[in-house]
């Protein structure tokens, strides 16, 4: 069986139509994927670029193809090209496949109203909270309000109508997204499920660290003992991951005198806003902004060079970056919002919208070599129970029950139509 999976990464289409990506799902990213269906079609928006470049990953490969939406930005390019997204969406499912929907997700927004029409089931992996998202604190975007309430909407619902959902987190989600009944990892539920009698909920992290991501020691002290290098990985996109934040607390502890610098790897449009940030508060010799670096070893160096992970989100699932940083010993600190007090002591919390209390938290982890080789020793503990050797049994559950469970609804379906079904799309 043929897996359909959606996701909202943007891909990178050369002229010669090959896939690329720079940071996440390169085609390693499907390989759990095929342990259990025969081929992956990957269904994502791709951008036109000229050449590969050297820091390019392949994303399709052997039973893994890549189905291109139309490279829309924003909500407003999306809405240019609606009805170019909706007539590519129309063919990105074919018949008899599997599909699951990475969400919250306009590319499968617009499939899944597809779909719905064709009579057609689905799962969902939730990895992000819209309501966090796009709420005024982490979007400023003049229609956040409207799509925070449209997404908020459609993912409640979605998790109601899939024959099975999977939440990276372990309450968090599933709290604001309830599941359609309380099935788990061996049990199942029909309680609201409107694409066949069972659902199949689960709680695994989409975290994949493989063993080499690993160090085989906490830290013992900081690598420069006279200054302190702190590093932030993330988008830049917006400020939904708190980079300002981090900024402004970095100001305030070279005001104090501690030596503090930083490294901030992402990409995206508030590069300038934040550069800009810095020259106000006199820090640009502090921060650097290096760009993007391709995942893998490029990364773990980054870290392994750094001192001190910080993320001060204002809405997040569970920061696959968090948890690199934690396989590597490196103590972290973030703020107390979505799935990350899952993952740091309350010691390394820090409240929304609060430079000062960050940029203390910063001071007593430089102060305090004891705290050092606590946090880092307890973040390497953590980091662990998301091996890829944790976790893989667990996916595999999860997917094994999508492929059952969408051949089970397909063999029920009568004259085409899946049984339990309504006979027309509820409304977004």
């Known amino acids: 069986m043929q897996l359909c999976l959606t996701l909202e990464h943007r891909f990178l289409q050369t002229p010669d139509n090959k896939v690329w990506t720079i940071t996440q799902c390169p085609y390693d990213f499907y390989r759990e994927y095929l342990d259990v269906f025969d081929s992956v079609r990957v269904i994502s928006?791709?951008?036109?670029?000229?050449?590969?470049?050297?820091?390019?990953?392949?994303?399709?490969?052997?039973?893994?193809?890549?189905?291109?939406?139309?490279?829309y930005k924003g909500p407003f390019g999306f809405l240019t090209q609606f009805n170019k997204v909706r007539g590519k969406a129309r063919t990105a499912v074919p018949p008899e496949s599997a599909v699951i929907f990475r969400l919250p997700s306009q590319v499968a927004n617009s499939v899944e109203d597809c779909l719905t029409q064709q009579r057609i089931p689905y799962a969902v992996e939730v990895v992000a909270d819209p309501y966090d998202v796009l709420g005024p604190a982490a979007n400023r975007h003049v229609v956040a309000p409207i799509a925070r309430q449209y997404f908020t909407r459609r993912l409640q619902r979605q998790c109601k109508r899939a024959i099975a959902v999977s939440y990276v987190t372990q309450s968090y989600l599933q709290r604001r997204y309830p599941p359609a009944s309380a099935g788990n990892e061996t049990g199942r539920g029909s309680a609201g499920n409107a694409c066949g009698p069972a659902q199949y909920a689960a709680a695994v992290s989409d975290a994949n660290l493989s063993p080499e991501s690993f160090v085989s020691q906490p830290r013992s002290a900081l690598r420069d003992p006279g200054s302190l290098q702190i590093v932030f990985v993330g988008t830049l996109e917006s400020l939904y991951k708190g980079p300002d934040l981090l900024v402004d607390a970095i100001a305030i502890c070279i005001k104090q005198g501690i030596p503090v610098k930083a490294r901030f790897i992402g990409i995206g449009q508030q590069i300038p806003v934040l550069q800009k940030r810095c020259a106000r508060h006199g820090i640009e010799a502090q921060v650097e902004f290096i760009g993007s670096v391709t995942?893998?070893?490029?990364?773990?160096?980054?870290l392994d060079h750094a001192d001190l992970f910080v993320l001060p989100s204002r809405a997040e699932g569970v920061p696959r970056a968090m948890l690199e940083a934690m396989a590597r010993g490196l103590p972290c600190i973030g703020s107390s919002v979505g799935g990350i007090p899952e993952l740091l002591h309350e010691e390394d919390l820090v409240p929304l919208e609060d430079p000062e209390t960050l940029a203390r938290e910063i001071t007593g982890v430089f102060a305090d070599r004891e705290r050092l080789v606590r946090m880092s020793a307890r973040n390497l503990r953590t980091a662990?129970?998301?091996?890829?050797?944790?976790?893989?049994?667990?996916?595999?559950?999860?997917?094994?029950?999508?492929?059952?469970?969408?051949?089970?609804?397909?063999?029920?379906?009568p004259q085409g139509r899946l049984q339990g079904l309504p006979s027309s799309a509820p409304s977004s």
Do not use: C, N
């Open 384 to 413: 662990e129970q998301y091996s890829a050797a944790m976790l893989s049994h667990r996916r595999q559950q999860f997917y094994r029950a999508v492929k059952e469970l969408t051949r089970s609804a397909y063999t029920m379906r």
């Open 45 to 71: 928006r791709a951008f036109p670029v000229p050449t590969v470049k050297a820091d390019f990953l392949p994303v399709e490969g052997p039973g893994v193809e890549f189905y291109a939406m139309p490279g």
């Open 295 to 302: 995942a893998g070893e490029p990364v773990r160096h980054e």
